[in-house]
C-alpha cells in the first residue's frame, strides 16, 4: 500500500526534475548532446518509504554513523559513495561487492581493480546497528544506497531521495568487476561501453563522474599520463608536481611510483560536494584520463563547462541519475536474501565457492 510519505517523496521527485528539464533541457539544445532529461525515473519494485514501518531507524542510524566516523576523519564521505558506484556496476546494486572471498573463490572487493576501496567497516557497523533496531530486515544493498546519500549530505552537498527495497546478492566474482568497471586510462568512448552495459548514458556519465569532486586517487591511477613522459595536458606545474610526488622526489624512477600516495580529486575544494570538479577540468587540473577525455571530447566537452558554471543543474542531473544508476539490476521480492551481515551470505546456500568455511 503506498503511503503519504512515498506520495510525498514521488511529488518531490517529480517537481525537481521537472525543474530540470525547464531549466536545461532547453539549454543543452546548443550542447552537442542529443538527449532529453526525464521528468522522473522510477523503478517499479523499489519505493522511498520501504522502511517506514519495518525499520523507521534507519535513516538516524545511518546518518548519526556517517556523521561520526566523518568527524574522525573528514575524508570519510568519498569512499562511502564509492562503495555504491563500484557495486552497482558489476552485476547490479546487490552489495556483492560487500562480500568477503573464500578459499575457493575470489570475490569483487579483491579485484586489482577495487584495491583502494575503503571503509567496509563503516558499512559492517551500520548493519550490526540495523540488526540490533530491526533484525532481518535491511538488505546490505540498501545500506549501500543510503549511506551514499548521507555521505553527500555529509560533505555539503544536497540530501537525495532514493528508493528502496534491494535484496543481496549470493555471488561475488572479481573477474566481473575487472570486465565492467569504468577503468580511469579509458576515454569517452571505453567509458560509455561500460555505462551503456548498465543502462546510463552520455549524460549520466558526465553528472556521475562529477563524483570525484569528493576522493582521492593513487599514483597508479594516473600513471598513463605520468610515464614514459608527463602528460602536456596537465597543467604545467601540476604535472611536474604528481611526478615529483609520484617518485618521492625522484628518489624512486618512474614507471615505480609509490603506492602509497594519494591526490585529491579536487584541487580547490577536496572534501566538499560541489561542482569544483568541472572547473578543474577546463584549467587541466583533472587527475585521470578519463577526466582529460571528458573535457577535449567534442560529445561531453559543453556539458562539462554547463556544469562548471552552473551548480545548481549539476545537483540536479547528478541527482536523476544516481537514482538512475541506483535501480541497476536489482534483486527484490523473494530473490537473494537480506544478509545478516553483509560481508558473508547467510548460512544454508547451497553452493559451496561461497562457503567462508572452504
Not at 527495497?165 to 579509458?186: C, E, K, M, W
Not at 560541489?274 to 577525455?293: M, P
Not at 563547462?305 to 544516481?322: H, M, R, V
Request: net charge negative; charged share 20%.
Amino acid at each position: 500500500m503506498t503511503t503519504f510519505l512515498d506520495i510525498f517523496m514521488r511529488l518531490a521527485v517529480i517537481w525537481l526534475s521537472c525543474q530540470c528539464v525547464l531549466h536545461v533541457d532547453a539549454t543543452t539544445r546548443n550542447l552537442g548532446v542529443n538527449y532529453r532529461f526525464p521528468v522522473e525515473f522510477h523503478h517499479p519494485h523499489l519505493k522511498f518509504d520501504f522502511y517506514s514501518k519495518s525499520c523507521p531507524q534507519l535513516q538516524r542510524i545511518v546518518k548519526e554513523t556517517v556523521a561520526f566516523y566523518s568527524s574522525q576523519d573528514p575524508t570519510t564521505p568519498a569512499p562511502l559513495l564509492r562503495l555504491l558506484f563500484h557495486d552497482c556496476f558489476v552485476q547490479g546494486c546487490d552489495a556483492s561487492v560487500l562480500l568477503n572471498s573464500t578459499k575457493t573463490n575470489v570475490a569483487e572487493k579483491d579485484a586489482a581493480i577495487n584495491f583502494s576501496l575503503s571503509n567496509f567497516f563503516i558499512i559492517d557497523e551500520i548493519k550490526q546497528k540495523l540488526e540490533k533496531a530491526c533484525p532481518g530486515t535491511v538488505s546490505c544493498a540498501d545500506v549501500l544506497a543510503v549511506t551514499a546519500v548521507y555521505s553527500i549530505k555529509q560533505a555539503g552537498g544536497p540530501l537525495y531521495p532514493i528508493e528502496l527495497g534491494r535484496r543481496d546478492a549470493l555471488t561475488s566474482y572479481a573477474a566481473s568487476s575487472q570486465l565492467d568497471l569504468p577503468a580511469f586510462h579509458l576515454n569517452v568512448s571505453g567509458l560509455l561501453q561500460n555505462f551503456d552495459n548498465v543502462g546510463l548514458d552520455i549524460v549520466d556519465l558526465v553528472a556521475l563522474s562529477g563524483g570525484h569532486t569528493i576522493g582521492q586517487a593513487h599514483c597508479s591511477s594516473i600513471s598513463d599520463r605520468l610515464y614514459p613522459v608527463v602528460d602536456p595536458q596537465y597543467q604545467k606545474k601540476f604535472g611536474a608536481q604528481l611526478l615529483s610526488n609520484c617518485t618521492d622526489g625522484g628518489v624512486l624512477h618512474a614507471p615505480n611510483f609509490d603506492s602509497n600516495v594519494q591526490f585529491f580529486n579536487d584541487q580547490a575544494t577536496p572534501l566538499i560536494f560541489d561542482n569544483q570538479y568541472y572547473k578543474d577540468l577546463e584549467v587541466k587540473l583533472g587527475l585521470f584520463t578519463s577526466d582529460k577525455s571528458l573535457f577535449n571530447d567534442p560529445r561531453t566537452t559543453e556539458l562539462v563547462k554547463y556544469y562548471a558554471s552552473n551548480e545548481d543543474a549539476f545537483f540536479k542531473q547528478f541527482g536523476i541519475s544516481l537514482r538512475k544508476m541506483a535501480s541497476t539490476n536489482v534483486l527484490t521480492g523473494t530473490k537473494g536474501q537480506i544478509r545478516k551481515l553483509c560481508w558473508v551470505r547467510n548460512s544454508g546456500n547451497a553452493d559451496p565457492a561461497f562457503d567462508p568455511e572452504l
